[in-house]
């Protein structure tokens, strides 16, 4: 027990001087010295240690209190260890230390103890309540939480829809079911009827599964990890068919994540209906819905090449995640390039193809706006332009096609970013269905340096204002920000204000945009400024290390600069605010839902030397926080970094990282928000603690909203997919799924039995270590 404490007290105490010397807490400092004195003692056999150490747990209680409050998952870190390691001093070789006490004396230190504790509360709680405590989560910017808004006057869009005909439901990727057949009444009765597995050929899954199935007629249409399309009888689960699109290359890069369904007007027979999807190759792949074979005259054999007109580049470099979105007879298709890797890499260029011929319709070009087609021979499209990788929406009466833009690579150093990329690099654009040429572009983060993707589907919706219904967009971002533009011109219909942001000191070679916008009239999807005290951990040692970390880094809030000087920290980190999950919208009581993140990145900016000495090395892009080696090749500088975790794999920041939060759109006030996930399948060193409590875990992927008033979200790290209130947030319903549900669900309507079905893609998420699976699962009310 000596050695223990000995060594426990060693570590806060060294621990404790590096953070007192950054100018952090000196509570590590002072409580290492206090419980090495204990330790000490109880070498000595000395029955002084054991006030030591009731004298170490009431300060500690104290000082958790005055820091936290009662913020249960804030006080666990701070308490748990040291009360369990006291009741070590419990054992009959520690209390027999010293002169033998009589048991009366014994009994008479309990109530010492219990009044020593009830001081701390108290003087805790008092300390508390006078000092500063962080803003609500997440930012408000006007009003309070409300009760839900009572149904329109009519609705925000015309679904009329009873399949899932495109990967959003509708082109604009409103995630609205009009099907009401599931309420918040018989929700609880729901039952899983069929699990379909797109398992690979060898054993064990490789890559997630995060697609979400499209379903038209009595089929339901998705893609997976492994190159693959299927087609499965939406009634039954039973599989139609299964087409290989690798073409003898293993896969690289993200999952696929959708496919898309075309009619071919005035068709019959076989490729009438086609299901068009991009391959990892990658190839753009058009398939007979009815069969899987591949469309004869679609572009050679059914294919159509995506590297044509593109630079060389390493495996892994260049890919299609998300659906093709199509619009008056093309499908559009953007590209990722993986974050960090190297200037000069592919382009970015967004292409429309023929859906029926698979011939290039146009081709938009940020260094060639005005060229239609493809590049000259021998030429190729501009190198490291801004890409389009998340979902993209469509306006077939508009002739528009919405697209959230990505970044010119490498996202950490933009000094060498050109005039055409600034222009629409982390922006939503809107291009001209017929020709490609831009119509608007609205930029939601200027000179981007931290990552900001535009990464979710522009949601489109119409929206009455005071001058009448207006074609709106809404566009979150991983800021946080939600955007409500005029659809047709790109104008803020919820008011956009420039906000200064940091200036203070950057890279040589680099600068910072004096302002960055921010939509004041909604609140913005990120957590509050971070403290010191909201460093997290385990146990207070490594709590003690991610507080040291925090006050090594570089931290100005949100934007701060990167500089080479130290580390910084990016809030919100890479993974948002909100991601690709994009939001869902009940267009019948205009109800906002979102999925969104409070997990900072770390990142080091290095000299080109440094990044050569340290060899970092091209990655495939697979990680959605990046991948800690970011070696900018090509640029004066390298990069190296990630989420922002502690010794033990858990985040360094106070839970909850992951929530589910609604916001009225007319009024923008904020309904709810709350944690989603429970820790029960995470802990450190990524083994489960198995604690069924509520944390608010990483989450990945979206929601669906149907006019039954539900929420159906999986998208948490606990393999738990669920239904909540649409009006309050309550969780009404939950199930178990064979793997973590990191994609966005669907809902449909079978026309064999006429009953509505709910289907998730249960695939886990590598990067956030969520257990993997290969299963589709489908659920029902009972006949």
């Known amino acids: 027990m000596a050695m223990v404490l000995i060594a426990v007290g060693l570590s806060l105490t060294a621990g404790g001087g590096m953070l007192a010397w950054y100018g952090g807490s000196p ?257 753009l792949i058009a398939l007979d819905a009815g069969t899987g074979e591949p469309c004869a005259d679609f572009g050679e054999g059914g294919r159509v090449d995506l590297r044509e007109g593109l630079s060389d580049y390493p495996k892994g470099q260049y890919y299609v995640s998300s659906a093709p979105q199509i619009i008056r007879g093309k499908a559009v298709v953007g590209g990722g390039i993986p974050d960090g890797q190297f200037w000069g890499g592919p382009s970015g260029v967004i292409r429309a193809f023929d859906a029926r011929t698979g011939a290039l319709a146009w081709a938009f070009d940020p260094g060639h706006p005005d060229r239609i087609g493809a590049p000259p021979p021998g030429e190729i499209y501009t190198p490291s332009s801004p890409n389009s990788w998340a979902p993209l929406s469509a306006d077939e009466a508009l002739g528009l096609v919405f697209l959230p833009m990505g970044n010119a690579t490498p996202d950490n150093f933009g000094g060498q970013r050109r005039p055409f990329d600034e222009e629409v690099s982390s922006a939503v654009i809107a291009l001209d269905a017929e020709t490609g040429r831009l119509r608007w572009r609205f930029q939601a983060t200027h000179h981007d340096i931290w990552d900001y993707d535009t990464p979710s589907q522009p949601t489109l919706v119409d929206m009455p204002t005071a001058t009448g219904v207006r074609p709106a967009l809404i566009q979150p971002t991983k800021r946080g920000e939600i955007f409500v533009l005029d659809r047709e011109t790109g104008q803020p219909i919820k008011p956009v204000t420039e906000v200064a942001a940091p200036q203070d000191g950057t890279a040589a070679g680099e600068r910072l945009s004096p302002t960055q916008p921010a939509s004041l009239d909604l609140p913005a999807l990120r957590g509050a400024t971070l403290r010191e005290a909201d460093m997290w951990g385990a146990t207070p040692l490594d709590q003690m290390v991610c507080r040291i970390l925090f006050r090594q880094s570089r931290y100005e809030g949100h934007l701060t600069p990167i500089t080479l000087d130290r580390p910084v920290l990016i809030d919100p980190g890479s993974v948002g605010g909100v991601n690709w999950g994009s939001v869902s919208v009940d267009v019948d009581r205009g109800i906002i839902v979102a999925n969104w993140m409070r997990f900072p990145d770390r990142v080091e900016l290095l000299t080109r030397a440094e990044a050569d000495r340290r060899k970092l090395k091209l990655n495939g892009g697979r990680s959605p926080g990046g991948d800690a080696d970011r070696p900018m090749l090509n640029t004066p500088y390298g990069a190296y970094g990630g989420l922002f975790m502690s010794p033990l794999g858990i985040p360094c920041t106070a839970p909850p990282w992951g929530l589910t939060a609604a916001i009225d759109l007319m009024s923008g006030r904020l309904l709810w928000s709350k944690p989603l996930g429970t820790a029960r399948d995470t802990g450190p060193f990524n083994i489960p603690s198995m604690l069924p409590l509520t944390v608010g875990t990483p989450v990945s992927g979206g929601s669906v909203v149907t006019r039954g008033g539900l929420v159906f979200v999986g998208a948490s790290m606990d393999r738990t997919f669920r239904a909540l209130d649409a009006a309050t947030g309550r969780e009404l319903w939950q199930a178990p799924l064979p793997g973590g549900g990191n994609a966005t669900p669907m809902t449909y309507r079978s026309p064999k039995s006429g009953r509505q079905f709910v289907v998730v893609a249960a695939g886990g998420k590598p990067p956030l270590t969520i257990s993997l699976g290969t299963k589709l699962v489908a659920y029902t009310l009972p006949r």
């Open 27 to 283: 509570y590590y400092l002072l409580t290492g010295i206090a419980v090495m004195v204990g330790g000490i003692l109880i070498w000595q056999r000395d029955g002084r240690s054991v006030p030591v150490y009731v004298a170490v747990l009431a300060t500690t209680t104290a000082w958790a209190i005055w820091e936290v409050g009662f913020d249960g998952w804030q006080l666990l870190p701070r308490l748990l260890a040291p009360f369990v390691l006291g009741l070590a001093l419990l054992l009959p070789p520690v209390r027999r230390m010293g002169p033998r006490a009589s048991t009366a004396m014994r009994l008479r230190g309990w109530p010492a103890l219990a009044v020593a504790l009830v001081v701390a509360v108290a003087a805790g709680s008092a300390l508390h309540a006078a000092g500063p405590s962080a803003p609500a989560e997440p930012i408000l910017r006007r009003g309070v939480t409300q009760r839900a808004p009572d149904r329109l006057p009519q609705p925000l869009a015309r679904n009329a829809n009873e399949d899932w005909p495109a990967f959003g439901n509708d082109q604009g990727g409103t995630r609205f079911s009009p099907l009401a057949d599931i309420t918040p009444a018989n929700v609880g009765r729901l039952e899983k009827v069929w699990e379909a597995d797109t398992g690979p050929d060898t054993p064990g899954p490789a890559t997630a599964l995060e697609a979400t199935p499209v379903m038209v007629g009595d089929g339901l249409y998705l893609c997976d990890g492994h190159n693959r399309v299927y087609a499965f009888d939406a009634e039954t689960g039973r599989e139609r068919w299964r087409h290989d699109m690798s073409n003898g290359i293993p896969p690289s890069g993200k999952p696929c994540r959708g496919v898309a369904y075309y009619r071919v007007p005035d068709a019959a027979g076989p490729c009438a209906t086609r299901i068009i999807a991009a391959s990892q190759t990658p190839e």
